[in-house]
């Protein structure tokens, strides 16, 4: 499975965390999200915590899930 990619973020002055993918907002954060982002994203994989926290990366059963008979015809 390919490592996420793409991912930036940006901290403003009022405190929030403006994630964004590609260049498209993907998640704003405020308050005590965007804090506790900061802490992890500082500790890890950057792209990895960024894909994990917009919800945007992948479980690993794509393929399985495509070729199931009830998702045939809609390829």
């Known amino acids: 499975m390919p490592r996420p990619s793409g991912f930036t973020y940006e901290q403003r002055g009022d405190g929030t965390v403006v994630i964004t993918h590609r260049g498209r907002a993907a998640?704003?954060?405020r308050g005590d999200r965007a804090a506790r982002f900061l802490a992890e994203?500082?500790?890890g994989d950057d792209q990895l915590v960024m894909a994990r926290w917009t919800g945007a990366y992948k479980f690993g059963n794509e393929r399985t899930a495509r070729n199931h008979p009830r998702n045939?015809?809609?390829r």
């Open 27 to 29: 998640a704003t954060l």
């Open 41 to 43: 994203v500082g500790s």
């Open 72 to 74: 045939a015809g809609r």
